[in-house]
Each structure stands twice: as structure tokens, then as C-alpha cells.
T-cell receptor, first 117, second 108 residues
Framework: GAVVSQHPSRVICKSGTSVKIECRSL??????MFWYRQFPKQSLMLMAT?????????EQGVEKDKFLINHASLTLSTLTVTSAHPEDSSFYIC?????????????FGPGTRLTVL | DAKTTQPNSMESNEEEPVHLPCNHS???????IHWYRQLPSQGPEYVIH???SNVNNRMASLAIAEDRKSSTLILHRATLRDAAVYYC?????????FGKGTRLHILP
């Protein structure tokens, strides 16, 4: 199956700093990528949908100025958590869709665990 | 949006079959039924999907009710590595919205 990678897998940062997380589709081109956040013992929450070459679409309640998303190429999307605070500590997961299809298959990255001190 | 209902958790003994139910009474005629699972500290992984007919692959089987208002994911012989949260999802506006899923515990 298609492979999606994330980097870094784990990051610890100080409060107030910005952190960038990369999401790459390794063996396919992804016109659309998605970013999720998951708190302990909870389900994944969709944050935003990222389309190559256009602005991301954010879900209700997600601050677009805090979570900057860039989808500059068909294989790379980045999520930057700006001025991170301890409440931003979470497991961030991206996914990529090969192409629009009737069954909407997505491939997920392994996740990035962010800890803000 | 079509919604799914799954039990919060289930238990099964190792090497026995597991049947994970999902109710989706408001499913539309064009919604595919997808199953993903998430192992601890990992991203979700695709398990299986179907529309109307039952489906089999190397990981599992998907049994879809004739009225499509429910489906069952079948793991034929559970192993400890199958312990995960299993999500039953319907195609919704090209986005995957995760519910709470079923946490499957496998007893050795």
C-alpha cells in the first residue's frame, strides 16, 4: 500500500516556540492531505484539509493562525504549531488521499508526538 | 452526515474469531463503509471497505447487512497484535471523521 511518513516522530519544545511537522507521501502524489490531532484516550479530531497549491480548509474551532498548514507540493504538507503552549501537547497525525475516489481511501502517517514544556 | 454506532470496547480470546459490529442506520446509497484500526501510538491503518457485497482480504472480512444499516468486521483468528481501536467510518464529504471506535482487547 501507499506509504506516508512524518517527521519528526517525537518532539519536545519549550512554551512559546514554534514547531514544524512534515508529512510526506513517499510513493504517490497526494492532491489532498489531512491533519488530525489526538489527545490521550480520545479519538482523532480532524483539524484541516490541505490541497496542493491552495489554502487549507480548517475545521470549526481550529485556529488557522496558530496551526499553519502549507501544501507546497504533491508529496509534502507541513503543519507549524506557532507559539506552542502545554495545551498543544498532543499526537498529530497526517493522512494523504491518492486521488478523489468514491471510496475515499486515505493513508495515514505514523504520527508525531508533541510535548510542550 | 451519516453516523456510526459501535460498542466502546470488546474482549476476545487469542486465536478465536472476533465480530465487531457497527450500526449506520442513516447511511446513504452511495456511502462506502470503511474500517480502519489504530494500534497503540501509531497512525490509523486501513483494514477493509465495501459498498453492498461482503468483502474479504488478508486482514479481515466485512459482512454488510442487506439493508446496509449495519455491518460487521470479522477477524477470523485474533492475535495479540490485533489489539487496537477499530473505527467504522462512512464516506462523508471526502473527509474521514472518526467516531470513538471499539477498543478491542485480546486475552492470551
Amino acid at each position: 500500500g501507499a506509504v506516508v511518513s512524518q517527521h519528526p516522530s517525537r518532539v519536545i519544545c519549550k512554551s512559546g516556540t514554534s514547531v514544524k511537522i512534515e508529512c510526506r507521501s513517499l510513493d504517490f502524489q497526494a492532491t489532498t492531505m489531512f491533519w488530525y490531532r489526538q489527545f490521550p484516550k480520545q479519538s482523532l479530531m480532524l483539524m484541516a484539509t490541505s490541497n496542493e497549491g491552495s489554502k487549507a480548509t480548517y475545521e470549526q474551532g481550529v485556529e488557522k493562525d496558530k496551526f499553519l498548514i502549507n501544501h507546497a507540493s504533491l508529496t509534502l504538507s507541513t503543519l507549524t504549531v506557532t507559539s506552542a503552549h502545554p495545551e498543544d501537547s498532543s499526537f498529530y497525525i497526517c493522512s494523504a488521499r491518492v486521488s478523489p475516489s468514491s471510496y475515499n481511501e486515505q493513508f495515514f502517517g505514523p504520527g508525531t508526538r508533541l510535548t510542550v514544556l | 452526515d451519516a453516523k456510526t454506532t459501535q460498542p466502546n470496547s470488546m474482549e476476545s480470546n487469542e486465536e478465536e474469531p472476533v465480530h465487531l459490529p457497527c450500526n449506520h442506520s442513516t447511511i446513504s446509497g452511495t456511502d462506502y463503509i470503511h474500517w480502519y484500526r489504530q494500534l497503540p501510538s501509531q497512525g490509523p491503518e486501513y483494514v477493509i471497505h465495501g459498498l453492498t457485497s461482503n468483502v474479504n482480504n488478508r486482514m479481515a472480512s466485512l459482512a454488510i447487512a442487506e439493508d446496509r444499516k449495519s455491518s460487521t468486521l470479522i477477524l477470523h483468528r485474533a492475535t495479540l497484535r490485533d489489539a487496537a481501536v477499530y473505527y467504522c467510518i462512512l464516506g462523508i464529504d471526502d473527509k474521514i471523521i472518526f467516531g470513538k471506535g471499539t477498543r478491542l482487547h485480546i486475552l492470551p
